[in-house]
């Protein structure tokens, strides 16, 4: 069965201080890993999706990273605006088009 | 575009009362999901469609749930009778053909948050 893991649960930093959130996945035939970012009382909203180990994306401070067993989403310089829930999801070919999730990790920046 | 539209946003109905909820994906999208968010264990997939088609239901709870839809712009899961674990943040969300679009990931609305009593 897919397996998806995210640590840590839950991340302060202070703002300009950089950090990575963590996502473990146990998948058979991985099409793609997904980051979503989800505010309060909102649906999750699309950030990334990799494809294969050693591949990386970027979008203004954050950068996703993937390898064979793990991604890593790096946050440089964070702004109070990144505070969210993060999450991830695996895309594996016995489960066909739908989206495994993580539990995600609610990141706050402060001032 | 309007994006993945939801209704009603916020449900609260008494427990053994049928509860339908309703999801209008974007237009051109093939697929179709819904998913159950808890703080227990976060985002579920219930079922998706392809082509308003059924493609995997595994996830759907037990037989007082059922999804349907009708036609490409609109689709409904129904819960009959309801229960309080039911209670709940219910997400459509839609998707392109896969072989067109892999880049946009999958779009989900805004949720209807559903509390049993």
């Known amino acids: 069965e897919d397996q998806v893991t995210q640590s840590p649960e839950a991340l302060r930093l202070q703002e300009g201080e950089s950090s990575s959130l963590n996502c473990s996945y146990t998948v058979s035939g991985l099409r793609g890993l997904f980051w979503y970012r989800q505010d309060p009382g909102k649906g999750p909203e699309f950030l990334f999706t990799l494809y294969s180990a050693g591949e990386e994306k970027e979008k203004e401070r954050l950068k996703a990273t993937l390898t064979k067993k793990e991604s890593f989403l790096h946050i440089t310089a964070p702004k109070p605006e990144d505070s969210a829930t993060y999450l991830c999801a695996v895309q594996a070919a016995p489960s066909g088009y739908a989206l495994n999730f993580g539990k995600g990790t609610s990141l706050l920046v402060t001032p | 575009d309007a994006g993945v539209i939801q209704s009603p946003r916020h449900e609260v109905t008494e427990m053994g009362q049928e509860v339908t909820l309703r999801c209008k994906p974007i237009?051109?999208?093939?697929?179709l999901f819904w998913y159950r968010q808890t703080m227990m264990r976060g985002l579920e997939l219930l079922i998706y469609f392809n082509n308003n088609v059924p493609i995997d239901d595994s996830g759907m709870p037990e037989d007082r749930f059922s999804a349907k839809m009708p036609n490409a712009s609109f689709s409904t899961l129904k819960i009959q009778p309801s229960e309080p674990r039911d209670s709940a943040v219910y997400f459509c969300?839609?998707?392109?053909?896969?072989?067109?679009?892999?880049?946009?990931?999958?779009?989900f609305g805004s949720g209807t948050r559903l509390t049993v009593v």
């Open positions: 237009s051109g999208h093939d697929y």
């Open positions: 969300a839609s998707s392109p053909s896969q072989s067109i679009d892999r880049e946009n990931g999958y779009t």
